[in-house]
């Protein structure tokens, strides 16, 4: 089975973007990649920026479907940061170009996503008001990007699952306690 042009060149871009930063990746060398012309390129994408927009999107559905509801915070944690750990050197070209703001946009959306399955089942009925339920699911969602985030920055130099587990520890009980002064207030 071959693949259409528009997914023959985001193959074609995946691949380039493994081997070098973004900013030094143009339109000629992905259409030469896949076999199109340039006009096909244009058809599909305005510029480089839309199809790494693109990508980037069908990465974050693809990861939130696959994941199913997180049970635990540190599900959450490796949830936000598993498309960096797959595609390690194509996240790492993203984060160090002019377009970083595209993916920072979507990890957070992955981020809001996969708190809110966590926040329904560790939440569940017990009787918190919305405002407050909203609060929790900002407060843990930006928690999973500024995570995320500062190992990116770093270069993923050390175990980000490890670290994730190990934070978990330290703050267990803290969903609990925020639900408990929740429900106080309730009251």
């Known amino acids: 089975m071959s693949l259409s042009a528009k997914e023959a060149i985001k193959a074609s871009f995946r691949k380039l973007l493994e081997e070098r930063p973004l900013r030094e990746i143009t339109?000629?060398?992905i259409v030469r990649g896949c076999g199109v012309n340039r006009n096909s390129f244009y058809y599909?994408?305005?510029?480089?920026p839309e199809l790494l927009?693109?990508?980037?999107?069908e990465y974050a559905d693809q990861i939130i479907r696959s994941?199913?509801?997180?049970?635990?915070?540190?599900?959450?944690?490796e949830t936000a940061a598993r498309f960096a750990l797959e595609n390690r050197q194509?996240?790492?070209?993203?984060?160090?170009?002019?377009h970083r703001e595209l993916f920072e946009r979507y990890l957070m959306d992955v981020c809001r996503r996969t708190v809110q399955d966590y926040a329904a089942?560790?939440?569940g009925s017990v009787p918190v008001s919305a405002e407050d339920r909203e609060v929790l699911i900002r407060f843990?969602?930006?928690?999973?990007?500024?995570q995320v985030m500062e190992w990116l920055n770093s270069g993923m130099r050390y175990d980000i699952a490890q670290q994730f587990r190990r934070l978990c520890q330290l703050g267990e009980?803290?969903?609990e306690m925020f639900l408990r002064r929740a429900m106080q207030e309730t009251s």
């Open 140 to 146: 843990y969602q930006c928690e999973c990007f500024g």
């Open 27 to 29: 339109v000629r060398e």
């Open 67 to 77: 994941q199913g509801p997180a049970a635990s915070l540190s599900g959450c944690l």
């Open 90 to 98: 194509i996240v790492l070209h993203i984060n160090q170009s002019a």
């Open 44 to 48: 599909h994408f305005k510029d480089i």
């Open 53 to 57: 927009e693109e990508m980037i999107m």
């Open 121 to 123: 089942a560790a939440i």
């Open 173 to 175: 009980g803290m969903t």
